[in-house]
């Protein structure tokens, strides 16, 4: 039973993220449960730990922050009413209340760490079904990196510096280039000081000496168990424990000196979290 409770709320807030945009009430979020709406509120309070209207409301900020951070051309005022408010004052509390930060001091400086805080609600975990493994030969991949030490709270401060240099250099486009991410541990148990994140883009011809610290590098060639995640980042870790708990231990494959890596095939700012799209290598001997 509490297991089928899992898989509702689950649905719930999959439905939320895929219609971020539709009015979302509690008669139809609790149909979507298939749920008496008298008790589908505590129920979601009890497994989520916030109330639906608060997810919904996160949901849509959330949202929000990366079209402020990443997409300055973007009006407050459109943000504003994409995220269902029916004005930029009400918006503006709304997203101070939450975050400390106006949108506009967002806009200009966001305080990432603060925002990752008020995110640590997590949708209790059910087991991952099979996922379609395929073996890839990975040609070799030129790139342009930013190397992120540190607190994984402050991933986006380097990924906006990243995407400033793109924007400047015009040496990776993100529009006709390929977008990579290198994990070289999971920063939940790796301590702030030894985690590290590289950003990189795919480029054709090597990059010279720059105020952001973008170094040439290279993503090798070699054989790689591949897998496609579907949605958030914030998941990602499932689909990659996934290849090292249940794939590899039942495949005879060996990993090889290289950590997994994630290649982009959307970002963040261009679409909506549930329509993200990212494709996970694991490097094999």
């Known amino acids: 039973m509490k297991n089928t409770h899992l898989q509702r709320i689950h649905h719930v807030c999959d439905y939320i993220n895929h219609h971020i945009d539709e009015p979302l009430t509690l008669d139809s979020l609790s149909a979507v449960a298939c749920c008496s709406k008298f008790h589908f509120h505590r129920l979601f309070i009890s497994i989520m730990g916030v109330s639906v209207t608060k997810y919904t409301q996160f949901a849509r900020l959330k949202r929000a922050s990366y079209r402020l951070a990443f997409e300055h051309h973007k009006r407050i005022i459109d943000i504003a009413l994409?995220?269902?408010?029916?004005?930029?004052?009400?918006?503006?509390?709304?997203?101070?209340?939450?975050?400390?930060?106006?949108?506009?001091?967002?806009?200009?400086?966001?305080?990432?760490?603060?925002?990752?805080?008020?995110?640590?609600?997590?949708?209790?975990?059910?087991?991952?079904?099979?996922?379609?493994?395929?073996?890839?030969?990975?040609?070799?991949?030129?790139?342009?990196?930013?190397?992120?030490?540190?607190?994984?709270?402050?991933?986006?401060?380097?990924?906006?510096?990243?995407?400033?240099?793109?924007?400047?250099?015009?040496?990776?486009?993100?529009?006709?280039?390929?977008?990579?991410?290198?994990?070289?541990?999971?920063?939940?148990?790796?301590?702030?000081?030894?985690?590290?994140?590289?950003?990189?883009?795919?480029v054709k011809q090597p990059i010279s000496d720059n105020q952001y610290g973008v170094k040439n590098g290279e993503i090798p060639a070699g054989r790689c168990a591949l897998v496609r995640h579907f949605g958030s980042h914030d998941t990602i870790s499932d689909t990659v424990y996934y290849l090292y708990r249940q794939w590899l231990p039942n495949s005879a494959e060996e990993v090889r000196d290289f950590p997994c890596f994630f290649h982009y095939l959307n970002l963040i700012h261009e679409v909506d979290e549930c329509d993200l799209i990212t494709d996970i290598y694991l490097p094999l001997k």
Do not use: C
């Not at 079904?129 to 990196?145: R, T």
């Open 82 to 202: 994409e995220a269902s408010f029916e004005s930029p004052e009400a918006f503006s509390r709304a997203f101070k209340r939450v975050f400390a930060q106006s949108p506009t001091q967002f806009r200009s400086t966001p305080n990432w760490p603060h925002w990752h805080a008020q995110f640590d609600f997590k949708i209790p975990e059910l087991k991952v079904s099979n996922m379609k493994v395929e073996i890839v030969h990975f040609a070799p991949q030129a790139v342009a990196l930013l190397t992120h030490n540190g607190s994984a709270t402050k991933l986006m401060e380097t990924a906006a510096q990243f995407i400033k240099w793109r924007k400047e250099s015009g040496l990776s486009p993100v529009k006709t280039s390929d977008t990579y991410g290198i994990p070289y541990s999971d920063p939940a148990v790796t301590d702030d000081n030894d985690f590290r994140f590289d950003f990189a883009g795919s």
